[in-house]
């Protein structure tokens, strides 16, 4: 996996804190943190192509939507991912969108990384 040396660095800084609030990384992305309370789910799709990463992740868990979306708000921007639209992120030539289904029992968070075209 290629990564760009700011990606690393503002990873790198932020990986003490992340480790004291117990943060563990999506498997497929494992340069996005996994928002407390939040399990993955596994059969997650990787694809890996001239245009750059295809990802699909999705997770589970028992918290409230707002505290998800504070999380990925304010973790995301500190990982060098820039604000596009309500939970959607740019960062080099990726975009990564967040769907949060606040009617599913328990919550369910379902992540999609493309390239920019």
């Not at 760009?4 to 004291?20: D, I």
């Not at 500190?78 to 606040?102: C, H, M, S, T, Y």
């Amino acid at each position: 996996m290629r990564f760009a040396l700011p990606r690393l660095l503002s990873l790198a800084a932020l990986a003490p804190f992340m480790a004291l609030a117990g943060e563990s990384f999506l498997a497929e992305l494992e340069d996005l943190p996994l928002a407390p309370g939040l399990t993955e789910l596994p059969g997650g799709l990787l694809f890996d192509s001239a245009d750059g990463r295809i990802v699909e992740a999705q997770a589970k868990g028992e918290v409230p939507a707002d505290q998800v979306r504070h999380f990925y708000e304010s973790t995301l921007v500190q990982l060098g991912w820039q604000p596009v639209g309500p939970l959607q992120f740019r960062r080099d030539n990726e975009i990564l969108k967040i769907a949060i289904n606040e009617k599913a029992q328990p919550l369910s968070v379902h992540f999609t990384l493309t390239p920019t075209r």
